[in-house]
């Protein structure tokens, strides 16, 4: 959340314990959260959020590296049979005509609200999955990231691929509204789920 997104993402954070309490009993949900305060990972359960692990250093959380070792830190500190995996950012989709890039994922590295800094190339992302176990779904929560280009880079990783190939509004998902869709990896729950967040004004499309 190093990035324009920052405000929203305290919100998000906040609506995650909110749902806390349809986490069903054999589910974890773990986030990890880099904005204003040092780099951390929060275990939330239906008693709230916890810090399990916060890192001492800011991280620059679009480097493909520092992904991959947060990852790895979460499969290894909560064991599971199944997996799946929300990325919640900016996303370009497949082209981004300024940047000539195919990314999600901005970090600017100095705890501000700009979006100039690096981002995670849509095949970087690639070689990060392929190092995770096999995903129920991955869910962008993201503009522009459902797309055939970006699922023909992803669809090794992941049952199901779960994003908007447009826009979306900066609140993102309302996570306390489909916490158990997410757990329950339901894809058209999470859809369903999210889109009721929208009743009025600006809505969203997934797929």
Not at 111 to 120: A, E, L
Not at 123 to 146: K, N, R, T, V
Not at 192 to 201: F, L, R
């Amino acid at each position: 959340a190093e990035n324009s997104l920052q405000n929203f993402s305290y919100n998000d954070l906040y609506e995650m314990q909110m749902g806390a309490e349809d986490i069903p009993e054999d589910c974890q949900v773990v986030a990890y959260w880099d904005a204003e305060q040092k780099p951390a990972i929060y275990h939330i359960t239906r008693k709230g959020a916890t810090i399990w692990k916060e890192y001492k250093d800011d991280m620059d959380s679009a480097d493909p590296a520092t992904m991959k070792n947060i990852l790895k830190d979460i499969v290894k500190g909560f064991p599971s049979a199944k997996y799946s995996l929300v990325l919640w950012s900016h996303g370009t989709g497949w082209i981004d005509e300024e940047r000539n890039s195919r990314a999600i994922i901005v970090d600017n590295e100095n705890n501000s609200t700009s979006n100039k800094g690096n981002w995670i190339e849509i095949s970087e992302l690639s070689g990060i999955l392929a190092s995770m176990p096999h995903l129920e779904y991955i869910f962008f929560d993201a503009c522009y990231m459902q797309s055939v280009e970006v699922a023909s880079h992803l669809y090794n990783y992941a049952s199901y691929i779960i994003g908007s190939p447009t826009e979306i509004p900066g609140e993102g998902a309302p996570y306390h509204l489909i916490m158990k869709a997410l757990c329950q990896a339901n894809p058209q729950d999470i859809i369903e789920g999210y889109a009721s967040g929208y009743k009025t004004g600006n809505g969203v499309l997934l797929s």
